[in-house]
C-alpha cells in the first residue's frame, strides 16, 4: 500500500496510507476532543469522512469557528427537516440555508402551531441521541430525478442549479436524504445545541405568486454557553428595544396619520435630543464652528450639480412642483410619465426634500468670495433630510423616513485635512466617553488599489488616506483598514458602537470629498494670489439625533444619566397634608433648572412609587411628616438606596453638581 505524506500544521508532516480519511488524520493530531466538524483539504472545505488519495494538507473546521457554526446550523436543518417528516411526511422540504445565531427551513405543507415546533425539536434530540451516521452520496441527474421524484421543488432546484450530465451529491442520514453539496458533520449526535424559535411564512423563490410555504427558524451553537449566551443577549435584548422604551417612556412617537418612518419626539425625548445637541454644539462652538440653518427643500437644479438627482431617485420622495407649472402642463395635456421625464431631462424645474445637507452648505461657501485666511470654514447643522427607505425596511427610530444629522461641513485646504479629520475624532471620543460607551471600533474606508473609479489625484488620496488612519490610531481604539470601502471621492472614517449586551450599531462617520468641490467649482484665494480647490469634509459623527437616541435608549435601558434624564426628579407625597410643602419643593428644584415631576394624588405611596420607577427617573423625592416638619426631602434612587432628611439645599446643590459633570451615572447616594 502506497503511503500518503500529509502536511498537519505549518511544517508538520505527517505519514498516511492511503483510503484514511480526513477525519482519522484530524483525529490523530488533534485528539478526540478536536471539536473538528469537517475538515480543510488542500483549501477545500471536506466532510470528515472525505477519503486522501494523495498527498495533500489537512487542518481542522472546529464548531466555533465562522465555517464550522456555518456547517453546524447547516446539518441542524437537515436535522430540522428529517424530525418534520417524521410527523408529517407529505410536507415538501424546499430550501434550508445556515444564517446568523441558527437555520431555517421552508416547507410546503400546512401551517403548524408553537405546540408542534415543541414536538418537533424533541424530535430534533432524539433524532441526535440516535447518533445517524450522516453520509454523503454522488448521483447521476437521472438518479437525483428519481429519488426526489415527489418534490417538485427539489426538481425546480435541479432545473435551474444542475447542468445536463453534471450530477450531484445528497446527504443521507437515516431515512432522511437531502440535495446538498455538504459538507455536513459526520453523525447527529455533534448537533447539539440546538433550539427552534418561530415559525413565519414565506413564499417559494420569495415569489407571493408561487407556492406559500412554512419557514421553521432555530438556533444553533457550537455549546451550550454559547447558545445561553445568545438566548439571554435575546432577551435582554427585548426589554431593552428602543421601540418598546420610546412607549412606555414616553420618549417618541410614530403616526400612522403622519406617515411611516416619520418620528414624532414628544416632549420627554424631546428633553433628550435637546440636551445631547447642546452638549454637541459646546464642542463645536470649543472647536470654531459655525452654526448654520438652512430649508428643508431646495431645486432639483442643485441636486442635478450635486450628483444627487436624478440619480439617487429610488431613496428620495419624489420632486414637488410648482402650482403654475402644474397647471400648464396639465393643460398641455402632460401625462405623469412625461412629467417624470421633463423632470429627469432637467426641462422643467421643482423641489426635493433635501435627501443631504451638503448643497445648501456648498452655497453658503460660495456665497462670498473666499480666501486661504477664511479656511478652515466648518458649518454645522442639525440638519433635517429626508429619504425614502422601503416600508419593510422602517424600524423605530433606527431606520426611518426623515432625520436629523449631526451634520458638519468643512471647506479645507489639502494641508489642513489631518488636523480637522482629527478635531472630529476628538469629539467622538469625549462624547462617546460621557456617556460611557467606551466599547467601539473604528472603520477606516480606502481605495481599492486595483480601481479607477476615484476622482482626485492618486497623491492627494495617500495623503487623505494616511491622515484617517492616524486619526483613527490616535483613539486609541480598535480600529480596522478596509481596502476597496472608500466612497469614489474620498476615504472615510466609520464609527461602530457595541452596547452593554454585545451588539453592533453603526452610527455616523468622517469623510473626505474631492468630488463636491469639483462639481460646484468651489475656489478660495490661495496665499499665492492663484485660485485654489478646496477638499470637503463631511462630518456626522453620531448619524442622525434618531439613530443615536434610539441607540442611546437600548444602550442606557431607559436610565439615561442625570443630565440626559426627561425628568430629573420625582416629587411623591405620602398624603394630601404633604401637597404644599411638595409644591415649594418642586418651586425651588425648578428655579434651579432641575426637571421636576409631582405626583400629589390619591394614590397609595406604594403605587406612586411603582408608577414612577417604571419612568427611571434620576431620583424620587419622598416628602411626609417629617420631611414636611424639617424643611428637608427624603431622596431614592433607582436602585431603590434612600437617604432620609437631607436639606432642599443640599439635595439641590448636589443635583446641580450631578448635572454639571454629566455623570454617567446617578451617584447621589451610597457614595459617603
Ligand atoms: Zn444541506
Ligand atoms: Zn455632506
Redesign the pocket.
Given at each position: 500500500m502506497s503511503m500518503l505524506q500529509v502536511t498537519v500544521g505549518d511544517d508538520e508532516v505527517h505519514e498516511y496510507a492511503t483510503g484514511t480519511t480526513a477525519g482519522d488524520v484530524i483525529r490523530n493530531v488533534h485528539g478526540r476532543k478536536s471539536g473538528a466538524v469537517a475538515a480543510v483539504v488542500d483549501g477545500e472545505q471536506k466532510d470528515l469522512s472525505f477519503i486522501l488519495t494523495k498527498d495533500c494538507k489537512v487542518t481542522p473546521i472546529t464548531g466555533e469557528s465562522e465555517d464550522g457554526l456555518y456547517i453546524l446550523r447547516h446539518s441542524c436543518s437537515h436535522l430540522l427537516a428529517q424530525a418534520v417528516l417524521e410527523f408529517y411526511p407529505d410536507a415538501k422540504p424546499t430550501i434550508g440555508p445556515p444564517i446568523e445565531h441558527g437555520f431555517y427551513y421552508d416547507f410546503h405543507m400546512d401551517p403548524i402551531t408553537d405546540e408542534d415546533l415543541a414536538r418537533i425539536e424533541k424530535k430534533m434530540q432524539e433524532l441526535s441521541r440516535t447518533n445517524l451516521l450522516v453520509t454523503r452520496e454522488e448521483h447521476d441527474n437521472a438518479s437525483l430525478r428519481e429519488m426526489f421524484a415527489d418534490n417538485p421543488f427539489k426538481i425546480e432546484i435541479m432545473d435551474d442549479k444542475i447542468e445536463d450530465g453534471a450530477g450531484s451529491t445528497v446527504y443521507r442520514q437515516g431515512d432522511f436524504v437531502d440535495l446538498c453539496r455538504g459538507p455536513h458533520v459526520a453523525t447527529t449526535a455533534v448537533l447539539r445545541w440546538f433550539k427552534l424559535t418561530s415559525t413565519s411564512t414565506a413564499f417559494w423563490r420569495a415569489d407571493s405568486d408561487r407556492e406559500s410555504l412554512v419557514r421553521i427558524y432555530g438556533l444553533c451553537f457550537a455549546s451550550k454557553d454559547a447558545l445561553k449566551n445568545h438566548q439571554t443577549m435575546v432577551r435582554e435584548a427585548a426589554k431593552r428595544d428602543h421601540r418598546k422604551l420610546g412607549k412606555d417612556l414616553q420618549l417618541f412617537h410614530i403616526d400612522e396619520m403622519v406617515g411611516a418612518g416619520l418620528v414624532l419626539w414628544t416632549p420627554r425625548g424631546a428633553v433628550v435630543r435637546n440636551e445631547l445637541q447642546n452638549f454637541i454644539s459646546e464642542h463645536l462652538a470649543r472647536q470654531g464652528y459655525h452654526q448654520v440653518y438652512t430649508p428643508h427643500i431646495g431645486k432639483l437644479d442643485l441636486y442635478r450639480t450635486s450628483g444627487h438627482y436624478p440619480y439617487y431617485q429610488e431613496s428620495q420622495y419624489p420632486p414637488l412642483v410648482e402650482r403654475d407649472l402644474m397647471a400648464k402642463l396639465s393643460d398641455e395635456g402632460c401625462s405623469c410619465s412625461e412629467l417624470s421625464n421633463l423632470m429627469e431631462a432637467g426641462e422643467i424645474d421643482g423641489y426635493l426634500l433635501k435627501p443631504?445637507?451638503?448643497p445648501h452648505?456648498i452655497r453658503i461657501y460660495a456665497s462670498q468670495p473666499r480666501s486661504y485666511r477664511d479656511l478652515p470654514l466648518r458649518l454645522a447643522e442639525f440638519g433635517t433630510v429626508y429619504r425614502w427607505e422601503q416600508s419593510g425596511e422602517i424600524s423605530g427610530m433606527t431606520r426611518v423616513r426623515g432625520f436629523t444629522?449631526d451634520?458638519a461641513?468643512l471647506f479645507v485646504t489639502e494641508d489642513q485635512i489631518a488636523e480637522e479629520v482629527l478635531g472630529c475624532i476628538e469629539l467622538v471620543e469625549e462624547i462617546f466617553g460621557t456617556l460611557g460607551m467606551e466599547d467601539y471600533r473604528v472603520r477606516v474606508g480606502m481605495r481599492d488599489p486595483d480601481s479607477s473609479k476615484y476622482v482626485g489625484e492618486s497623491a492627494a488620496w495617500d495623503r487623505a488616506e494616511s491622515a484617517c488612519l492616524e486619526a483613527a490610531q490616535s483613539l486609541g481604539v480598535e480600529f480596522i483598514e478596509e481596502e476597496g470601502e472608500a466612497a469614489f471621492y474620498g476615504p472615510k472614517i466609520d464609527f461602530v458602537v457595541r452596547d452593554v449586551i454585545g451588539r453592533e450599531w453603526q452610527l455616523g462617520t468622517v469623510?473626505v470629498?474631492y468630488n463636491?468641490p469639483e462639481r460646484f467649482e468651489l475656489e478660495y484665494a490661495g496665499a499665492d494670489g492663484e485660485k485654489h480647490r478646496p477638499v470637503?469634509i463631511?462630518?456626522?459623527p453620531f448619524g442622525s439625533m434618531e439613530r443615536f437616541v434610539g441607540v442611546l435608549i437600548e444602550h442606557f435601558a431607559g436610565r439615561f444619566p442625570t443630565w440626559l434624564a426627561p425628568t430629573q426628579a420625582h416629587i411623591i407625597t405620602i398624603s394630601e397634608k404633604h401637597k404644599q410643602y411638595a409644591a415649594e419643593v418642586a418651586a425651588q428644584l425648578k428655579s434651579a433648572g432641575i426637571r421636576v415631576e409631582v405626583d400629589d394624588s390619591d394614590n397609595t405611596i406604594g403605587k406612586k412609587i411603582r408608577t414612577h420607577r417604571a419612568m427611571h427617573p434620576a431620583y424620587m423625592l419622598i416628602i411626609g411628616d417629617e420631611e414636611t416638619a424639617n424643611g428637608t426631602v427624603s431622596i431614592r434612587n433607582r436602585a431603590g438606596d434612600q437617604a432620609a432628611n437631607v436639606s432642599i439645599q443640599q439635595f439641590t446643590d448636589d443635583l446641580t453638581a450631578e448635572i454639571q459633570s454629566r455623570a454617567a451615572e446617578p451617584s447621589l447616594i451610597g457614595e459617603d
Open positions: 443631504m445637507n451638503c452648505h444629522q451634520d461641513h469623510q470629498d463636491l470637503m463631511h462630518r456626522a
